[in-house]
């Protein structure tokens, strides 16, 4: 294949999806513009000798590389500029589970979700506060990429070192997908909505990212050479959401009440927004809050933040941001069915509570914004793009 008129050709297809869609393919690095130009279009002169077949990995120096499959790098990865260029299809492991998250699509059904095979993606998380877009989060990255994310499995997270040893062999990912009532921070009603991958651990390095609503790993590096405790550390990027507090608050309020996984289904009743146990609440998971986003929130190379709100108002653009932190370039015909089901069953707008003078007092909003702004501080301080407070519950109120 002549790659430059290939590429060409690819050029001005892309060029006019991303003027629909406001995608960009970036490429860092480049000081002339001479020179990102030749990059991108042969870079995508490839990317689209594989965009009929699935997604390509792109692992730099910048990423913390996995042990992958051999046999698949060997037989199916380019170097391109540094880059590793790998079809994810070739790590797909055809003995797990699979399915489509466009079933009811005719013309984007084609497009389905694997297992990657034990061991062949790089760790990473998907880390938020509770009811903040984790699972439609999910639900968009899985449907992107071709491969499931991990649930909130927890055994090796807790350890004081990375976790080492041999990988899960099949028999042993089969047991821990057929066992999701019994894993630690899994959730049956998940699994059953989709997310197949809701009671598999993130530490088989077989799913995209893994999900948690807990701290970071002692064992994740915080950019430092070495621990102040001696231990080893280990790099483990992850994608941080931070939603408003006095939303995310109420949500939780309702899954507490209700113990459902699904937004849609959790209900609590007004009294549940009221008293001594509703301040109680309030003051102890808005801390949790903002010490969560603290922790994970070590800095822009380790850790991407993405705000909900801007997730919700940009889907398209965030999702992108995301794709290309984690080195994933899906195919375009892939992002389209993303892009045209972009909602999935997990986006809940709906809710019947709302933050207003009733449900949180004076006193309430003031100790929950203190929160709230310590935290954008920190972020910026820490190279962060500042949280959208304009968009939060009582911002010209307090």
Not at 219 to 227: F, L, M
Request: net charge positive.
């Amino acid at each position: 294949m002549n790659w430059s008129v290939g590429g060409m050709a690819h050029w001005q297809r892309w060029d006019t999806f991303r003027r629909a869609r406001r995608w960009q393919l970036a490429n860092h690095g480049c000081g002339v513009l001479v020179v990102c130009v030749t990059t991108a279009l042969f870079l995508l002169g490839l990317v689209a000798s594989l965009s009929d077949k699935g997604s390509v990995l792109f692992l730099t120096s910048g990423r913390p590389a996995s042990r992958l499959q051999s046999a698949a790098v060997e037989d199916n990865a380019n170097d391109i500029h540094g880059k590793l260029v790998l079809p994810l299809r070739k790590l797909v492991e055809p003995a797990l589970p699979s399915r489509s998250w466009f079933s009811n699509d005719a013309s984007c059904a084609r497009f389905t979700t694997h297992f990657a095979r034990s061991g062949s993606l790089p760790a990473a998380r998907l880390a938020s506060f509770f009811r903040s877009g984790n699972t439609w989060s999910r639900y968009l990255l899985e449907a992107a990429t071709g491969f499931f994310t991990c649930g909130a499995t927890w055994e090796g997270e807790m350890l004081n070192s990375p976790p080492t040893g041999r990988l899960s062999s099949i028999v042993e990912l089969r047991s821990q997908l057929a066992n999701s009532s019994g894993a630690a921070g899994a959730s049956p009603e998940l699994r059953d909505s989709g997310f197949a991958g809701e009671a598999l651990s993130p530490m088989s390095r077989a799913c995209l990212v893994g999900k948690t609503h807990a701290f970071a790993p002692h064992w994740r590096s915080d950019g430092s050479t070495a621990a102040d405790d001696g231990g080893e550390r280990y790099p483990l990027p992850a994608v941080l959401l931070v939603r408003d507090p006095f939303r995310a608050l109420i949500s939780l309020r309702h899954y507490h009440e209700r113990s459902s996984g699904l937004v849609a289904r959790s209900r609590a009743t007004d009294a549940a927004f009221a008293g001594g146990n509703w301040t109680r609440f309030v003051e102890r998971y808005s801390q949790f809050w903002f010490e969560l986003a603290e922790d994970w929130a070590t800095g822009p190379r380790d850790t991407l933040l993405v705000a909900y709100e801007r997730l919700e108002a940009n889907p398209a653009h965030e999702l992108d941001r995301m794709l290309r932190f984690l080195g994933v370039t899906p195919s375009l015909e892939r992002l389209r069915c993303v892009l045209k089901h972009v909602e999935g069953g997990f986006h809940n707008r709906d809710h019947p509570i709302v933050p207003d003078d009733k449900v949180y007092t004076r006193p309430m909003m003031e100790a929950v914004w203190w929160r709230i702004l310590e935290l954008n501080k920190l972020l910026t301080a820490r190279g962060y793009r500042r949280l959208p407070v304009e968009k939060y519950a009582f911002f010209y109120d307090v």
